[in-house]
């Protein structure tokens, strides 16, 4: 391998920038090229390439977003348009490819990989934190304290008008940003998608004495079709509990965004620095992951089952801490 090519992929996450910045220097360092593949797959299928050299990813550590931007690309969900990326790439002497992005993005790059023999390393970005095989994804933590700053926020206008607020949260499928986002903001309850089939948590919520001493409160909602979302809490409560008075703000876009927290930097440039190493041992196919502060490899197909257990212990901690 001489040649690497790297792209983002799906949904943005702060920390993308810190990774970009570690494969890049990591290749530079080891005497690898790098070229960047913009707007993910669209930019492999079109030919956005450009030639990355150690000072193109100065001065982004701290940025969120992407510097690389990302997207969906159709195309490289035919045949056809995965015949047209791999054409682009050898015709750009690129020999292998790390894929920053989630489980879709992934599921590309393991099909891709498949068909054309190309060694492909995906690194774990997105808020949801729903990869398996790694402690936490690049953005889980920036966005998970985006959340908190949000929510100390909302706190302040609950307690002054003795209010109910459900804020919802992303998370895909997902119930890690809604269950710690509850932890640390001190939210009386979170409804998350891993337990939504299995008890009522808003009548569980309210028999559970919500509300006897304080006066005001907060649910975290996930944003799932399995929970329904916050609006939908607030209807229930509105019609089954009209003594309540109840509000509901959707966090929405502003938690994709901004600086990435130090954990999320180190974890990306760790990741990052680990993704050239893989290459160079002959490593391809997988995602490297940190688990137990150890960089682990995790083939494609594990990290995208979608299956990343919850923390039950976490329920009961929120459950026993919002007395
Ligand atoms: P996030 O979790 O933040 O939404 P993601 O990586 O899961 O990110 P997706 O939109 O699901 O985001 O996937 C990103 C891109 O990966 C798609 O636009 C497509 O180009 C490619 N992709 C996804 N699924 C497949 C597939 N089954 N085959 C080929 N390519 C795929």
């Given at each position: 391998v001489k040649c690497i090519g790297i792209l983002t992929s799906g949904g943005d996450a702060p920390g993308m920038n810190a990774a970009i910045r570690a494969v890049t220097r990591t290749a530079i360092y080891n005497g690898l090229s790098v070229k960047g593949i913009y707007r993910g797959y669209k930019g492999l299928v079109t030919g956005e390439i450009k030639e990355f050299k150690s000072q193109n990813v100065?001065?982004?550590?701290?940025?969120?977003?992407?510097?690389?931007k990302t997207a969906r690309c159709?195309?490289?969900?035919t045949p056809e348009g995965r015949q047209i990326a791999y054409e682009n790439m050898k015709k750009e002497g690129i020999d292998a490819l790390v894929i920053i992005g989630g489980d879709g993005s992934l599921t590309g790059a393991r099909i891709f990989a498949q068909e054309f023999d190309v060694p492909c390393i995906g690194l774990p970005g997105?808020?949801?934190?729903?990869?398996?095989?790694?402690?936490t994804t690049i953005g889980y933590d920036t966005a998970l304290n985006t959340i908190l700053d949000a929510v100390d926020k909302i706190r302040d206008t609950a307690t002054s008008h003795e209010r109910l607020f459900f804020v919802e949260v992303m998370g895909r499928d997902a119930g890690f940003l809604a269950l710690n986002g509850a932890i640390a903001s001190g939210a009386e309850a979170a409804i998350i998608p891993e337990f939504s089939t299995e008890v009522d948590q808003l009548e569980e919520f309210i028999k559970n004495g919500f509300r006897k001493s304080k006066n005001s409160s907060i649910v975290l909602v996930a944003e799932s079709e399995l929970t329904g979302g916050a609006m939908h809490y607030a209807e229930r409560v509105k019609n089954e509990y009209p003594q309540y008075d109840v509000r509901v703000t959707i966090l929405g876009h502003?938690?994709?965004?901004g600086s990435p927290t130090a954990h999320d930097r180190i974890l990306a440039s760790r990741l990052g620095a680990a993704a050239i190493d893989a290459i160079m041992e002959g490593q391809r196919n997988v995602m490297i992951g940190i688990e137990h502060d150890e960089v682990v490899y995790v083939p494609f197909t594990k990290a995208i089952k979608n299956d990343k257990p919850i923390k039950k212990e976490l329920v009961n901690v929120l459950r026993e801490l919002s007395i």
């Amino acid at each position: 391998v001489k040649c690497i090519g790297i792209l983002t992929s799906g949904g943005d996450a702060p920390g993308m920038n810190a990774a970009i910045r570690a494969v890049t220097r990591t290749a530079i360092y080891n005497g690898l090229s790098v070229k960047g593949i913009y707007r993910g797959y669209k930019g492999l299928v079109t030919g956005e390439i450009k030639e990355f050299k150690s000072q193109n990813v100065s001065n982004i550590i701290q940025l969120g977003g992407t510097i690389l931007k990302t997207a969906r690309c159709k195309e490289f969900t035919t045949p056809e348009g995965r015949q047209i990326a791999y054409e682009n790439m050898k015709k750009e002497g690129i020999d292998a490819l790390v894929i920053i992005g989630g489980d879709g993005s992934l599921t590309g790059a393991r099909i891709f990989a498949q068909e054309f023999d190309v060694p492909c390393i995906g690194l774990p970005g997105t808020i949801d934190n729903d990869l398996y095989g790694t402690d936490t994804t690049i953005g889980y933590d920036t966005a998970l304290n985006t959340i908190l700053d949000a929510v100390d926020k909302i706190r302040d206008t609950a307690t002054s008008h003795e209010r109910l607020f459900f804020v919802e949260v992303m998370g895909r499928d997902a119930g890690f940003l809604a269950l710690n986002g509850a932890i640390a903001s001190g939210a009386e309850a979170a409804i998350i998608p891993e337990f939504s089939t299995e008890v009522d948590q808003l009548e569980e919520f309210i028999k559970n004495g919500f509300r006897k001493s304080k006066n005001s409160s907060i649910v975290l909602v996930a944003e799932s079709e399995l929970t329904g979302g916050a609006m939908h809490y607030a209807e229930r409560v509105k019609n089954e509990y009209p003594q309540y008075d109840v509000r509901v703000t959707i966090l929405g876009h502003l938690q994709r965004g901004g600086s990435p927290t130090a954990h999320d930097r180190i974890l990306a440039s760790r990741l990052g620095a680990a993704a050239i190493d893989a290459i160079m041992e002959g490593q391809r196919n997988v995602m490297i992951g940190i688990e137990h502060d150890e960089v682990v490899y995790v083939p494609f197909t594990k990290a995208i089952k979608n299956d990343k257990p919850i923390k039950k212990e976490l329920v009961n901690v929120l459950r026993e801490l919002s007395i």
